[in-house]
């Protein structure tokens, strides 16, 4: 049975706590789907602020919603629309702090403001999906957010 320990230390150290945590949870285990409901549960009961964590994935001509945390979502995301679509399409983590002043946003949670979504590549530069976090706080995501989760995504693509 796993147990996640709770996170202690500067946010840096509380992330790499959490991926310690992400890499026990799914290692030994290589189903894609299985991985991401228990990486997305794990981040959503580990980070604070938080009213969605999850995943799209990336079906051959856009995003199709995955394991997720939190209110039913958008079931389908082109790839030219949202915070989604953009990080799928730039390969490029997209943080936003004022999700309703990002042009196309997608309001799946209206009381969602700030937004985070790391692009998931696979080793031969393949899109597989995003990895997606949404807060009621505006501006709830810095750097450190950023590099923590992008390392949290690739725990995922390394299973």
Known sequence: MFTAN???????????????????????????????????????????DLNWVGFYFFDGSELVVGPFQGLPACVRIPL?????GAAARTRQTQRVDDVHAFPGHIACDGASRSELVV?????????????????????????????GL???????LDT
């Open 80 to 84: 030219d629309r949202g915070v989604c």
């Open 6 to 48: 709770p996170l202690t230390g500067s946010k840096p150290e509380q992330y790499r706590q959490l991926l310690q945590q992400a890499r026990a949870l799914l290692h030994g285990e290589s189903d894609r789907i299985a991985n991401a409901a228990n990486l997305s549960a794990l981040v959503y009961s580990a980070l604070p």
């Open 150 to 156: 992008e390392a949290l995504a690739a725990s995922l």
């Open 119 to 147: 692009p998931l590549v696979d080793a031969d530069g393949k899109l597989v999906g995003v990895f997606d976090l949404d807060s009621p706080l505006p501006a709830r995501f810095d750097a450190d957010d950023q590099a």
